[in-house]
């Protein structure tokens, strides 16, 4: 068992929170859904509310912050977010949350946990202000969480360049958008720059990180109404195929649960 590992307690539009286990540090990416959804998914994994140490919110979009007010209050957790989702955390929230200690974390900047252990983030295109990805890296070895993303800019591409595993968005099928139900602004806001990323793009992206040594994949933040995870999976498999990289051989890839936690991914 490795002492570094990744593992989605719940993925989608729906909401999101993976936690990261590096040595004795617990991280969770994201708190959304509810406190109870968030716990109830912790302990079916193993791990206590108690025993997180750190949340880093992306950005503050419901799906990732819905079960953040509650849990900062009944668990002591270093909060990290940057200086506009803080604002806006503050505006939200009733403070004070006398049980933590929130801290700012510069887009595009690191932080240091520990001496084997650091966090870093990137910014990303999206509809929320402050909007960022994180990395971890850890003795050596890096995982990165990438989702919401309008679509992939330079810095992304260059952020997770290395990381042994990354899970990446992959929101919604181009048709599936195109002929669905939602109105045309949305169908717009969603495939747009600061929207999110579709399958096709997510595959492209991939290829790009195989190719800088990235062996693992999870696919996450599938929309509910315009992918499944059959699409998302044949989409990235399909097309990485077309290029010769051959799903066991050269990459691994899973689809994230949306409503409860994906089997762990030992980061090596
Ligand atoms: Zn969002
Ligand atoms: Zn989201």
Known sequence: MSDFSIIPLYSGSSGNSTLIKAGDTNILIDAGKNCKHLVA?????????????????????????????????????????????????????????????????????????????????????????????????????????????????????????????????????????AFGSYPEDLKVRIAGDKGHLSNDDCADMMMHLIAKGTSDFILGHLSENNNTPEKAYHASVDYLARHSLIQGRDYSIKVANRHEPTTVTEIL
């Open 41 to 177: 998914a912790l302990e079916a994994v193993g791990t206590a509310p108690e025993d997180i140490d750190d949340i880093f919110i992306t950005h503050v979009h419901s799906d990732h912050i819905g079960a953040l007010d509650v849990f900062i209050r009944k668990y002591p957790v270093r909060l990290y977010a940057t200086e506009f989702s803080h604002r806006y955390l503050a505006r939200k929230f009733v403070k004070p949350h006398p049980m933590t200690e929130d801290i700012r974390i510069r887009e595009g900047g690191s932080v240091a946990l520990n001496p084997d252990l650091t966090v870093s983030c990137c910014p990303t295109p999206h509809d929320a202000g402050g909007s960022v990805c994180y990395r971890i890296d850890y003795k050596g070895r890096s995982c990165a969480v990438m989702t919401d993303l309008g679509h992939i800019t330079e810095d992304i591409r260059e952020f997770a360049v290395g990381a042994h595993t990354v899970l990446l968005e992959s929101n919604y099928d181009q048709r599936m958008l």
